[in-house]
């Protein structure tokens, strides 16, 4: 079975509460892959920081066994880092870690 990589940058309130957290709970609760992960990416990271229902939604996909991740540079510059690590969001240097995924035939990467 094949995993899911879900790059989240959008900003947007719509794409947020109707596609990306639902399509990632959803992911992992239905079993529709072996293993689910997000990364926050870019504009996403401002509205988590100043979001605390996004910010509660994000804690709720940790909760349910997500990993979540952050990218560290972009975290860095808006001082977001806390916030996220606050909510159980790991906030590493992202490049690596997408390009393994992207490069890895087991696993689909999708971008919103």
């Not at 947020?16 to 504009?43: D, R, T």
Request: hydrophobic fraction near 45%; glycine fraction near 4%; proline fraction near 1%.
């Amino acid at each position: 079975m094949k995993k899911l990589f879900v790059v989240w940058k959008s900003s947007n309130d719509i794409d947020i509460h109707n596609f990306v957290v639902p399509y990632v709970y959803n992911s992992k609760i239905h079993n529709w892959f072996s293993e689910v992960e997000l990364l926050i990416w870019g504009a996403s990271q401002e509205k988590v920081l100043n979001d605390t229902i996004i910010q509660q939604r994000v804690n709720n996909l940790v909760k349910n066994e997500i990993k979540v991740y952050a990218c560290k540079m972009c975290a860095d510059k808006i001082g977001a880092t806390e916030v996220l690590e606050s909510i159980g969001v790991e906030v590493v240097y992202s490049g690596v870690l997408l390009s393994d995924k992207l490069k890895d035939s087991d696993t689909e990467v999708i971008t919103i």
